[in-house]
């Protein structure tokens, strides 16, 4: 089994700047990409951004050269360093990872509130 929990999340005026991370820990070979969807009250959760294990990115239009992922392979760990925050960036934050154990499974944490205030 995998855990990924994510941290940094919280409330930030419009403008400013949030810093997420996600560690994966568990029975873990390898994993693949690592990534971070959104999800805001009454609306479908979106990709926000992903990064591949060989460091390839997409983000999605709407925070293009605002947001930035990166990951320490290492550590396991993927961030997701956010500015220009913008009211319409407020959801949940989840985090999500293509992990190799025998098999590839697919592993979502808890998710993190980020609130941005006008």
């Known amino acids: 089994q995998v855990q990924l929990v994510e941290s940094g999340g919280g409330l930030v005026q419009a403008g400013g700047s949030l810093r997420l991370s996600c560690a994966a820990s568990?029975?873990?070979?390898?994993?693949?990409?690592m990534g971070w969807y959104r999800q805001a009250l009454g609306k479908q959760r979106e990709l926000v951004a992903r990064i591949t294990s060989g460091g390839s990115t997409n983000y999605a239009d709407s925070v293009k050269g605002r947001f930035a992922i990166s990951r320490d392979s290492a550590k396991n760990t993927v961030y997701l360093e956010m500015n220009s925050l913008k009211p319409e960036d407020t959801a949940v934050y989840y985090c999500?990872?293509?992990?190799?154990?025998?098999?590839?499974?697919?592993?979502w944490g808890q998710g993190t509130q980020v609130t941005v205030s006008s």
């Open positions: 999500t990872a293509d992990v190799i154990w025998i098999s590839v499974k697919n592993y």
């Open positions: 568990g029975s873990i070979e390898r994993i693949m990409s």
